[in-house]
């Protein structure tokens, strides 16, 4: 939906709060989790991808 929300399972959320839906429904009775941390884009965490590209934007402001 933008860059803080998701559509999951037809209601608008976050990221770790649909997380936190589907370990809830494995069993785990976790009060938190960090959802871009679960979350993955073709193999790769959301953090990781985020992560990658903040240190390619921090590159090339410095290579300016």
Do not use: C
């Not at 679960?38 to 193999?43: A, K, P, Q, T």
């Amino acid at each position: 939906i933008d860059d803080k929300r998701i559509r999951f399972r037809d209601k608008e959320t976050s990221l770790s709060s649909a997380a936190l839906e589907i370990v809830h429904e494995m069993g785990y009775t976790w009060k938190q989790i960090a959802g871009p941390q679960w979350w993955l884009y073709e193999g790769t965490t959301l953090s990781e991808l985020r992560n990658l590209a903040e240190h390619e934007e921090a590159n090339d402001e410095f290579n300016k």
